[in-house]
């Protein structure tokens, strides 16, 4: 297992890079190289660090610890073929670390990105459509089984394409640089993350790229299917590029007005979805 | 003695804990919710709370404000008392239980609320105590719907292909856990930047949170 998790991390952070790369090369910048958020998290590693002489010093670094290990769970429930369910707890808990790593300095910029972590809830309601379409129409809610129904009846990209626009999203939510990462911008500093320096910064990156991984990973298996591992990685490539562009072309939106547009998104989503089973039921 | 029926939503079921007549149970997913609030308890317990620093509007200054602990003490046990019943929440094994326990997540998160001195916290407290009293009554009505046309309370049964749950209880107690884990929305509120006490305010969040999840897997199962 612990091979996975250093793969996973690798190449989730590897991913962060070419994110970055490819939003700089569409605005005309030359970008960092794509291994630099690799370098950063070597780097942050080595750094002096402590714990602010405000923090809430359990919480702040127990929180780090979370994050990793939530993100380890749910890459041993994705490699186990175990529940979808699980995976969307684990989603969910997220929540948790962010509001966590928010709140525990006691700094205001963390607070307000913690703050709007909560406000953003909205960002977990397309996982509740995507669930429940995948129960809907192939009656589990295992991985396994759900990889083997779409062996049988071709991948659920194409059958429920409204689940996977909403997991798009889910997904577009959570990477850097997003249209929706309100509790990151820079109006706030860095957000949640603002007092988490050095090692700290570092292990949260680890976490954050175990994160990447799991959520593009589970998109390919849930609405594709399973697939040898190189055609696994180039389509999870593919999907991060498309979101790439979406975050090169689309600005960083007010709080609100993230709130507002995935709210609309999911109510969509959801419609779509009640109409197709209405139809083929 | 007990062998849950369904296995592709919490996963299949590992192990189950007696305590006389409530009995809890643990499968990949309750264990997991479990583990989740185990780790958050612990967290509160052996947690000092942060100092909240301010900004002050027209210049550079920042104040680090100074909160006693003795101060923070109540908070502190309502949060440890919010994690114990969130424990209880995510593995119980009978509908009643989980609408006790969850009533009690509900309480402990006014508590929580309400042991900050500043009379717009409290006027929060104020509101959500309301909404999750409220609250009490679908959730331990989805349970008496639930008894009176099935004849069980518990999960083994109501798990059962041939036992069909009314479509109304399930979403009363869907609506009772909603109201009960109002809690949340009230750090996204002005309030919360007045209220110190981090590892407490986000006990919260964690106990909201894992009750909302434990609900969605009653609700798919029965």
């Given at each position: 297992m612990i091979e996975y998790l250093i793969a996973a991390t690798f190449i989730g952070m590897l991913f962060h890079g070419i994110h970055r790369k490819v939003i700089a090369r569409i605005q005309q910048r030359p970008g960092p190289p794509i291994?630099?958020?690799?370098?950063?998290?070597?780097?942050?590693?080595?750094?002096?660090?402590?714990?602010?002489?405000?923090?809430?010093?359990?919480?702040?670094?127990?929180?780090?610890?979370?994050?990793?290990?939530?993100?380890?769970?749910?890459?041993?429930?994705?490699?186990?073929?175990?529940?979808?369910?699980?995976?969307?707890?684990?989603?969910?808990?997220?929540?948790?670390?962010?509001?966590?790593?928010?709140?525990?300095s006691g700094s205001p910029y963390g607070k307000f990105g913690a703050i709007r972590s909560v406000i953003t809830a909205a960002a977990e309601i397309p996982l509740f459509a995507t669930i429940a379409a995948v129960y809907l129409f192939t009656g589990s809610l295992a991985i396994s089984d759900i990889a083997a129904y779409q062996q049988v009846h071709g991948p659920l990209l194409f059958i429920v394409p409204p689940a996977a626009l909403a997991m798009y999203l889910v997904i577009l939510t959570k990477v850097y640089y997003s249209p929706f990462a309100v509790i990151e911008s820079k109006e706030i500093v860095?957000?949640?993350?603002?007092?988490?320096?050095?090692?700290?910064?570092?292990?949260?990156?680890?976490?954050?790229?175990?994160?990447?991984?799991?959520?593009?990973?589970a998109f390919v298996i849930v609405f594709i299917g399973l697939l040898p591992i190189w055609w696994t990685l180039l389509l999870m490539l593919a999907i991060l590029v498309s979101i790439s562009f979406v975050c090169a072309l689309t600005p960083?939106?007010?709080?609100?007005?993230?709130?507002?547009?995935?709210?609309?998104a999911t109510g969509l989503i959801v419609a779509a979805l009640a109409v197709q089973w209405v139809v083929m039921a | 003695?007990?062998?849950?029926?369904?296995?592709?939503?919490?996963?299949?079921?590992?192990?189950?804990?007696?305590?006389?007549?409530?009995?809890?149970?643990?499968?990949?997913?309750?264990?997991?919710?479990?583990?989740?609030?185990?780790?958050?308890?612990?967290?509160?317990?052996?947690?000092?709370?942060?100092?909240?620093?301010?900004?002050?509007?027209?210049?550079?200054?920042?104040?680090?404000?100074?909160?006693?602990?003795?101060?923070?003490a109540f908070q502190r046990f309502?949060?440890?008392?919010?994690?114990?019943?969130?424990?209880?929440?995510?593995?119980?094994?009978?509908?009643?239980?989980?609408?006790?326990?969850?009533?009690?997540?509900?309480?402990?998160?006014?508590?929580?609320?309400?042991?900050?001195?500043?009379?717009?916290?409290?006027?929060?407290?104020?509101?959500?105590?309301?909404?999750?009293?409220?609250?009490?009554?679908?959730?331990?009505?989805?349970?008496a719907i639930t008894l009176a046309t099935t004849g069980s309370l518990s999960l083994w049964e109501l798990y059962r292909a041939g036992i069909t749950v009314p479509f109304v209880a399930k979403a009363f107690l869907v609506l009772g856990v909603?109201?009960?884990?109002?809690?949340?929305?009230?750090?996204?509120?002005?309030?919360?930047?007045r209220a110190p006490g981090a590892p407490y305010i986000l006990m919260i969040h964690v106990s909201s949170l894992l009750v909302f999840l434990r609900v969605v897997e009653i609700a798919l199962s029965m």
């Open positions: 291994w630099q958020e690799i370098l950063h998290a070597l780097k942050f590693s080595f750094k002096e660090t402590w714990i602010p002489e405000t923090a809430s010093q359990a919480l702040f670094v127990g929180v780090i610890l979370v994050a990793i290990g939530i993100w380890s769970a749910a890459l041993f429930v994705l490699l186990s073929g175990g529940s979808l369910l699980l995976l969307f707890g684990i989603y969910m808990l997220h929540k948790i670390v962010e509001h966590g790593t928010g709140l525990s860095s957000g949640y993350k603002t007092e988490h320096f050095g090692v700290w910064r570092a292990a949260l990156e680890v976490g954050f790229s175990l994160k990447t991984f799991v959520l593009l990973y960083m939106l007010s709080p609100y007005d993230s709130v507002t547009v995935q709210s609309i | 003695m007990f062998s849950l029926p369904t296995g592709q939503i919490g996963g299949r079921e590992l192990f189950v804990v007696e305590f006389g007549d409530v009995v809890n149970y643990f499968s990949p997913y309750t264990a997991s919710l479990f583990a989740f609030a185990l780790i958050f308890t612990v967290i509160v317990i052996i947690s000092r709370p942060e100092r909240m620093v301010e900004i002050a509007f027209g210049g550079d200054a920042y104040l680090a404000k100074e909160i006693p602990t003795k101060d923070l309502m949060a440890i008392a919010c994690g114990l019943a969130t424990l209880a929440a995510v593995v119980s094994g009978d509908l009643f239980n989980f609408a006790l326990f969850t009533s009690m997540v509900g309480i402990t998160n006014i508590g929580i609320v309400a042991a900050v001195r500043s009379r717009h916290v409290l006027n929060a407290a104020y509101q959500y105590g309301i909404v999750a009293m409220v609250a009490t009554l679908p959730l331990f009505g989805a349970a909603m109201g009960e884990g109002m809690a949340p929305f009230y750090v996204a509120k002005a309030e919360i930047t």
